[in-house]
């Protein structure tokens, strides 16, 4: 069964250092996602994208973070300058019509 | 976007049926109510989707009523490893994001 990927697992950085996430989306896939989840909280949208462009973004998304998709497979979340409270779990999802299929995540701790 | 409501936790055992409602009162007529699960540390995973009446596939079934106005997932004969977050989550079909809300945290004993 096909699925999505997100590497790297888990990333450690050091507060105001620059952080990618990357994610492999389903192939066939047209709409991508990023959420985030910080700990014992709720998922939370972050950003969609589709036909390579941002479709939508929360007010989490300001001008720190950035996504891109490449190439033909990846697609990338940025963080240009990372906070203390940018510690969370990241998901991407992709989706073609119907349901969205998220990714195992990446666990990301600022220092 | 609609809102939804869900209890916050359930406790069942292993072996019985388990029942989550979730209330969607401001539904609209093209959203569609779509189920995902949540283990610790894992990112949600899809369970089963429906617009009207019951929708069964090999893991839940979905129970929607004409009014549409809640459902109930039905998860039948529990085990332990059910044990995880359950979110009902309502939008249209096409484009838009999920709003997660805190889910309903289901803990299946022995």
């Known amino acids: 069964e096909p699925e999505v990927t997100q590497t790297p697992s888990h990333q450690v950085t050091q507060m105001g250092q620059e952080v990618i996430l990357r994610c492999v989306p389903i192939s066939n896939h047209l709409y991508f996602y990023w959420y985030r989840q910080i700990l014992g909280q709720k998922v939370e949208f972050l950003v969609s994208f589709y036909n390579n462009e941002i479709s939508e973004k929360s007010e989490i998304f300001d001008d720190q973070f950035s996504v891109e998709r490449p190439d033909g497979s990846n697609f990338t979340l940025k963080i240009r300058s990372t906070k203390l409270e940018d510690s969370a779990m990241y998901f991407c999802?992709?989706?073609?019509?119907?349901?969205?299929?998220f990714g195992p995540g990446t666990r990301l701790t600022v220092t | 976007l609609a809102k939804t409501t869900q209890p916050i936790s359930m406790d069942s055992y292993e072996g019985q049926e388990v029942n989550i409602t979730c209330s969607h009162n401001n539904i609209a007529t093209n959203d569609y109510i779509t189920w995902y699960q949540q283990f610790p540390s894992q990112g949600p995973r899809f369970i089963i989707q429906?617009?009207?009446t019951k929708v069964t596939n090999e893991v839940a079934s979905l129970f929607i009523p004409a009014d549409r106005k809640s459902s109930t997932l039905s998860l039948p004969r529990v085990s332990l490893s059910d044990t995880a977050v359950y979110y009902c989550?309502?939008?249209?079909?096409?484009?838009?994001?999920?709003?997660f809300g805190p889910g309903t945290r289901l803990s299946v004993l022995p």
């Open positions: 999802a992709s989706r073609s019509r119907d349901e969205q299929y």
């Open positions: 429906g617009y009207k």
């Open positions: 989550l309502v939008r249209p079909t096409y484009g838009q994001n999920f709003v």
